[in-house]
């Protein structure tokens, strides 16, 4: 997985998926934290995006993803568990299987245990922290355009 150490923190390469079905949203969290995610994970070296992401939620959903187009790219500067993280995201459209069992789920384990999934209807996200923050207010963007945010934390 591409991430760098440095004297200043950790460099992360993140790719995460956007699936929407029935008015919801998927997202994940590990028991410990106090916010959601889009569900996702790093990229190997020589390893395409899309293809990260097709990869990483075959090994924590056990399903075959099909990734859409690009959606946002992220800069983000955060502090997690006392270390210090610049962090670029790319966010891509992505849709479970039609016969997946997941999408009538409402909570669910991820394969692995450490993760827990949820369809989080759109309409009740404002009631619940998600990260990075702008992933609420982006989804309202339906033009199609890629767009760029920028989330300092540390500044």
Known sequence: MIVIPSNAGLFNYRIAGIAIHGGRILLHKSPNDEYWALPGGRAEMMERAADTLRRELEEELGVKVKVGGLRWVGECFFEHGGTRY??????????????????????????????????????????????????????????????????????
């Open 86 to 155: 610049h962090e670029i995201g790319l966010y891509f459209a992505m849709a479970l299987p039609d016969a997946s069992p997941l999408l009538g789920q409402d909570e669910f384990n991820g394969d692995d245990g450490r993760l827990i999934f949820r369809w989080h209807p759109l309409d009740t996200l404002s009631g619940i922290r998600v990260e990075p923050d702008f992933v609420v207010p982006a989804l309202d963007d339906d033009s199609g355009a890629i767009a760029h945010f920028v989330i300092d934390e540390l500044s």
